[in-house]
T-cell receptor
């Protein structure tokens, strides 16, 4: 399974943008980059995913480096409800998700 | 819109007892996954079903663990002769046909005393 590396924890101030990095230097050409997050006492929830191009949805943006060896999840304006563990996962067709320990994001009021 | 539901939400049992958890996926989702999550770690894959067929099992799934999805709808995960090391959150997720996005339930927290 392709692996990802994320910082253990990050802090952000409320209403400021947050950039959560993910390194995946061994990514293959057909690996999709998925982001999930897990709020306290809940199961993970889907945030966004992409292959090569940057992606935007109502929750976040995903910026993918040109060489695809890294990506960044962007929360444009953090709120207290965004405090969660964020997981960056590589997945190829037919493979299962392999979750690492993720990045614990704290949002300060 | 009803999401994935799991029952019970919490279970406390004594070592050596059997426990069974239930997962109800989102209607018409054909794939169903079970994960285990311990404190500070991400979820670990246990097994998954496509309709009623169990297609893959992790080596984490010892012979004390069994999962079923008899009619391709709800699923059960049974742990026999529980051990303290089985204490964890057990998560269920489902996926609609043709998609990769997994929708997770709230989990069942198991504590083995």
């Amino acid at each position: 399974d392709a692996k990802t590396t994320q910082p253990n924890s990050m802090e952000s101030n409320e209403e400021e943008p947050v950039h959560l990095p993910c390194n995946h230097s061994t990514i293959s050409g057909t690996d999709y980059i998925h982001w999930y997050r897990q709020l306290p006492s809940q199961g993970p929830e889907y945030v966004i995913h992409g292959l090569t191009s940057n992606v935007n949805n109502r929750m976040a943006s995903l910026a993918i480096a040109e060489d695809r060896k890294s990506s960044t999840l962007i929360l444009h304006r953090a709120t207290l409800r965004d405090a969660a563990v964020y997981y960056c996962i590589l997945r190829n067709y037919g493979q299962n998700f392999v979750f690492g320990p993720g990045t614990r994001l704290s949002v300060l009021p | 819109d009803t999401g994935v539901s799991q029952d019970p939400r919490h279970k406390i049992t004594k070592r050596g007892q059997n426990v069974t958890f239930r997962c109800d996926p989102i209607s018409e989702h054909n794939r169903l996954y079970w994960y285990r999550q311990t404190l500070g770690q991400g979820p670990e894959f246990l097994t998954y079903f496509q309709n009623e067929a169990q297609l893959e099992k992790s080596r984490l799934l010892s012979d004390r663990f069994s999962a079923e999805r008899p009619k391709g709808s709800f699923s059960t995960l049974e742990i026999q002769r529980t051990e303290q090391g089985d204490s964890a959150m057990y998560l269920c997720a489902s996926t609609p046909r043709g998609q990769a996005t997994q929708f997770f339930g709230p989990g069942t927290r198991l504590t083995v005393l």
